[in-house]
Nanobody, 122 residues
Framework: VQLQASGGGLVQPGGSLRLSCAASTRSFTTYAMDWFRQAPGKEREFVAAISRFGGTTYYSDSVKGRFTISRDNAKNTLYLEMNSLKPEDTAVYYC????????????????WGQGTQVTVSS
């Protein structure tokens, strides 16, 4: 599966952005999907995960209540709605796909998008 993330940009604190991740595959529902992020000088960290048909979602404590992960299997697309953004949310955001199982560890993923930059600054 090939993944293409988009939707990043510059936003003021308190603002919102929606990231998208388009998957090139005939079997999108084969994959559980995640968002990770990596800030300069830091390790890549888990942000959110969603099961194959969207019935189960997981969030890191740092984004819970502010971010929403969703997917449209008819469009082969993953989303991350980000609200109440903070400067500490600044990072490159990556989408990732894992066959079948929901995972939250970056080391378990074989398929990654190229990343999209999110900058939260006034």
């Amino acid at each position: 599966v090939q993944l293409q993330a988009s939707g990043g940009g510059l936003v003021q604190p308190g603002g919102s952005l929606r990231l998208s991740c388009a998957a090139s595959t005939r079997s999108f529902t084969t994959y559980a999907m995640d968002w990770f992020r990596q800030a300069p000088g830091k390790e890549r960290e888990f942000v959110a995960a969603i099961s194959r048909f969207g019935g189960t979602t997981y969030y890191s404590d740092s984004v819970k209540g502010r971010f929403t992960i969703s997917r449209d299997n008819a469009k082969n697309t993953l989303y991350l709605e980000m609200n109440s953004l903070k400067p500490e949310d600044t990072a490159v955001y990556y989408c990732a796909a894992n066959v079948d199982r929901v995972e939250t560890s970056a080391s378990r993923f074989d398929y990654w998008g190229q990343g999209t930059q999110v900058t939260v600054s006034s």
